[in-house]
T-cell receptor, first 113, second 114 residues
Framework: AQTVTQSQPEMSVQEAETVTLSCTYD???????LFWYKQPPSRQMILVIR??????QNATENRFSVNFQKAAKSFSLKISDSQLGDAAMYFC??????????FGTGTSLTVIP | GAVVSQHPSWVICKSGTSVKIECRSL??????MFWYRQFPKQSLMLMAT?????????EQGVEKDKFLINHASLTLSTLTVTSAHPEDSSFYIC??????????FGPGTRLTVL
């Protein structure tokens, strides 16, 4: 199984500010997908953003963007203009060619009003 | 996107009994579904890949006789926790991967074994 590492168990950000969540992964594959998922207290997993490994351009979804460094196997998530509703657990995930997902240990994000 | 449901959402059972959890893909025919387990304040751990019409593929360390998976149709996969014990108490989540490579998760099932 591939390894996904999130080195920040907890992060906090002031409302309207920007925060970056880190993620690194280990794989020998060249074709894969990377994801960030959000898990609020309801525990329903919600897709935030995805990145195809073959694409050099970093994915962006409104206030969410990633910094994908393939050679470094790094995939960080930047949240701009943080809102109270962004508070949740964030999981970085790797999907292999068999459609199996492997998740990092998660980062708990607190947004301070 | 695809809608995935799970039933029940919460189950409490006595030690030694078996519990069945259903995962349904409501608007998408899924040849493959996945089962995950999540302990409190921890990550999702892939348990097994459920394949329609064939045997499930289990991740290393997951007991296939303990966690029985049946994927009898393109819209239903079941996970049965046999002879449940308190250490099996956890949050179980299923997911569906669509033909456009997006994954949708069910709302999860909280299992408490007394």
């Amino acid at each position: 199984a591939q390894t996904v590492t999130q080195s920040q168990p907890e992060m906090s950000v002031q409302e309207a500010e920007t925060v970056t969540l880190s993620c690194t992964y280990d794989t020998s594959e060249s074709d894969y997908y990377l994801f960030w998922y959000k898990q609020p207290p309801s525990r329903q997993m919600i897709l935030v953003i995805r990145q195809e490994a073959y694409k050099q351009q970093n994915a962006t979804e409104n206030r969410f963007s990633v910094n994908f460094q393939k050679a470094a196997k790094s995939f960080s998530l930047k949240i701009s203009d943080s809102q109270l509703g962004d508070a949740a657990m964030y999981f970085c995930a790797y999907r292999n060619t068999g459609n199996q997902f492997y998740f990092g240990t998660g980062t708990s994000l607190t947004v301070i009003p | 996107g695809a809608v995935v449901s799970q039933h029940p959402s919460w189950v409490i059972c006595k030690s030694g009994t078996s519990v069945k959890i259903e995962c349904r893909s409501l608007d998408f025919q899924a040849t493959t579904m996945f089962w995950y387990r999540q302990f409190p304040k921890q990550s999702l751990m892939l348990m097994a890949t459920s394949n329609e019409g064939s045997k499930a593929t289990y991740e290393q360390g997951v007991e296939k006789d303990k966690f029985l998976i049946n994927h009898a149709s393109l819209t239903l996969s079941t996970l049965t926790v046999t002879s449940a014990h308190p250490e099996d108490s956890s949050f179980y989540i299923c997911s569906v991967v669509t033909s456009w490579h997006e994954q949708f998760f069910g709302p999860g099932t909280r299992l408490t074994v007394l």
